[in-house]
């Protein structure tokens, strides 16, 4: 599996930002995708994750109410829309795939496709 991730960029303080993520390599509708993020000198952290048919979605207590994945099957693509962006998120985000459906609060290790990594940078 590949994916592309895209949406590296800077705001300020209460900004927003959207991180885009095209799959290729098997198939789409069968998988789940998170999106994690890391600081330098920290382990990755989960962020929010969406199920195969994009009903089941989960966040971490951080991002909660400020940030949404969302999936669009059509073009291959999950997006994480980040809104109220604090100086705390900034960080190198990964989007990630896995065959598993997203049933609980998944482990980094079910993940085995993953994207790049983009930075994000909330400053003022």
């Known amino acids: 599996v590949q994916l592309q991730a895209s949406g590296e960029g800077w705001c300020r303080p209460g900004g927003s930002l959207r991180l885009s993520c095209v799959a290729s390599?098997?198939?789409?509708?069968?998988?789940?995708f998170g999106w994690f993020r890391q600081i330098p000198g920290r382990e990755r952290e989960w962020v929010a994750s969406?199920?195969?048919?994009?009903?089941?979605?989960l966040y971490a207590d951080s991002v909660k109410g400020r940030f949404t994945i969302s999936r669009r099957n059509a073009n291959n693509t999950v997006s994480l829309q980040m809104n109220s962006l604090k100086p705390e998120d900034t960080a190198v985000y990964y989007c990630?795939?896995?065959?598993?459906?997203?049933?609980?609060?998944?482990?980094?290790?079910?993940?085995?496709?993953w994207g790049q990594g983009t930075q994000v940078t909330v400053s003022s």
């Open positions: 390599g098997r198939p789409f509708s069968s998988s789940s």
């Open positions: 990630a795939s896995r065959t598993k459906d997203l049933i609980t609060i998944p482990s980094i290790t079910d993940y085995d496709g």
């Open positions: 969406i199920s195969w048919s994009g009903w089941r979605t």
